[in-house]
């Protein structure tokens, strides 16, 4: 199983960036996805869920900001980041779930600038 982040990069506050997740080695369609993310010197923090059934949970501080998609035909999923923070600095890293396992992408750095 792989988990492929990419799209991570510096930006200004205030800016967007559109992270992407590619999967291969499962099936999909019946994995909860997510997205975490870990700022220096901070435990690692959950930051949305895309359940197989098509809900859509973000945590509150990213509430607004960023929306989380996922095209199960191409088995990849999305985190659109807009009015980005200094404080959204992070590695950010996408999870598929099938019970009873969990994968774990090699994350993708997201730096946003004052």
């Known amino acids: 199983v792989q988990l492929q982040a990419s799209g991570g990069g510096l930006v200004q506050a205030g800016g967007s960036l559109r992270l992407s997740c590619t999967a291969s080695?499962?099936?999909?369609?019946?994995?909860?996805m997510g997205w975490y993310r870990q700022a220096p010197g901070k435990e690692r923090e959950w930051v949305a869920t895309l359940a197989t059934g098509g809900r859509i949970s973000y945590t509150a501080s990213v509430k607004g900001r960023f929306t989380a998609s996922r095209d199960d035909a191409k088995a990849t999923m999305y985190l659109q980041m807009n009015s980005l923070k200094p404080e959204d600095t992070a590695v950010y890293y996408c999870?598929?779930?099938?019970?009873?396992?969990?994968?774990w992408g090699q994350g993708t750095q997201v730096t946003v600038s004052s």
């Open positions: 080695g499962i099936i999909v369609s019946i994995a909860d």
């Open positions: 999870t598929a779930r099938i019970w009873p396992s969990d994968y």
